[in-house]
């Protein structure tokens, strides 16, 4: 903690650990103890408690997952969704008003689309980069912007530097969900963003055995955030907080390796004749190469692609490929395949997919650790 590692592969070992370290443990213990001894505090929420979110399991990786953004601070949530509506309610309030990015996670579209109103809480949709347009749906009363780092499922990029500049001519509180790319290929504190949120369940713990998040920014938002949390209840187990900071340490080993399989993967289909079209930054056939190049240090695990011959040809491709799991969620070190349509888009109807550019045919790939060749070879077989 007392020192200042520079590079976040070093971070991600040490940042935070305890000095000295506690019985010598070379591995932070687990202190799945629910309350502690009165040790004077003051404020309700310094009282040592589990939902209190101050546990040494929690301190630990609330240093480290700052350290790896080159944030202030940083909170953990008992999963994405839980950072991600907790930040969202800490921001707003009854009467107020929000600006989102149009193609946003489910859970998150359901919780604006669904829930805001029940809140009091009002929002219009921003085209990613009609920046001139943002200007129009400003209200007297828009306290925040909300975008995502890579849109899911078709990765696109959205002028994440106009977004900040936005924020800042016009007094907003800016928040980006940064899971996609995760800490090793974007911080968006450097950016200028206020809040960072993650669904710590992918790349951050990168095991699929847990579900987790994360808010990491500005000292003031985290402490308000965190307080909100106090109340909502939404806290990480120290056992989780555990599992998170295990599978957290081979975050860039995993992520090196996951953004050169990916690129590999997506050169190889995008030069493979029944392949009509692959989504994947790291292209230079990506509309937005030039922009995600400057922003991003490496383009992530995950891509997207379209076969000829329609639903059954995807259908196919997916029956006949041996080594990826046929699962929804993605950040894992097991290759996963999924088709949009039929999950995480399910709930949508035909026509709105289309109009985002998700056809029923679309094939999501979420690359792990396996080896690129093996996966390729079975690809190219399946196709
Ligand atoms: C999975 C995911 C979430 C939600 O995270 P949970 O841990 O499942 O609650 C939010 N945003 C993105 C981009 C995700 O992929």
Redesign the pocket.
């Known amino acids: 903690m007392s020192q200042n590692y520079k590079q976040i592969e070093t971070k991600l070992i040490h940042s935070g650990e305890p000095e000295p370290r506690i019985q010598g443990a070379v591995s932070m213990p687990v202190f799945q103890s629910a309350n502690f001894v009165y040790g004077g505090e003051e404020r309700y929420h310094d009282i040592k408690y589990i939902r209190l979110n101050n546990t040494p399991n929690h301190a630990v990786l609330h240093q480290k997952l700052a350290a790896l953004e080159n944030a202030d601070a940083a909170l953990v949530t008992s999963?994405?969704?839980?950072a991600?509506t907790t930040a969202l309610l800490t921001v707003l309030s009854s009467g107020d008003h929000v600006l989102v990015q149009d193609c946003l996670?489910g859970?998150?579209h359901d919780f604006v689309t669904k829930d805001f109103a029940d809140f009091g809480i009002t929002y219009d949709f921003i085209d990613r980069d009609d920046v001139d347009a943002w200007k129009n749906k400003l209200r007297p009363n828009t306290k925040a912007i909300y975008v995502?780092s890579m849109t899911?499922p078709l990765l696109q990029v959205a002028d994440l530097q106009s977004v900040v500049r936005f924020a800042k001519e016009n007094d907003l509180i800016s928040l980006i969900?940064n899971?996609?790319p995760s800490p090793y290929n974007f911080r968006p504190a450097e950016w200028g963003f206020d809040v960072s949120l993650h669904?710590c369940?992918?790349y951050l713990n990168g095991h699929s055995d847990i579900?987790?998040?994360a808010a990491i920014g500005r000292g003031e938002l985290i402490e308000k955030i965190t307080h909100k949390l106090n109340h909502l209840g939404g806290t990480l187990d120290p056992h989780a907080c555990f599992l998170l900071h295990r599978g957290m340490k081979t975050l860039a080993v995993r992520m090196k390796h996951q953004n050169e399989s990916t690129l590999k993967i997506a050169q190889f289909l995008e030069s493979h004749p029944a392949v009509s079209a692959v989504n994947y930054p790291g292209l230079e056939s990506h509309p937005r190469h030039q922009r995600a190049r400057e922003l991003f240090d490496g383009f992530s695990g995950m891509l997207s692609f379209e076969i000829k011959g329609g639903i059954e040809a995807a259908q196919r491709f997916m029956d006949r490929t041996t080594l990826p799991i046929n699962a929804p969620?993605?950040g894992g070190v097991e290759t996963l395949l999924t088709r949009p349509a039929t999950t995480s888009h399910s709930g949508m109807s035909a026509e709105d997919r289309a109009e985002l550019g998700i056809t029923d045919s679309l094939i999501r790939v979420s690359v792990g650790i396996e080896s690129t060749e093996e996966l390729i070879e079975d690809f190219e077989r399946a196709l």
């Not at 999963?79 to 839980?82: K, V």
């Open positions: 999963s994405g969704m839980a991600i996670y859970g998150t995502e899911n969900d899971t996609f669904s369940t992918k579900v987790a998040g969620s993605l």
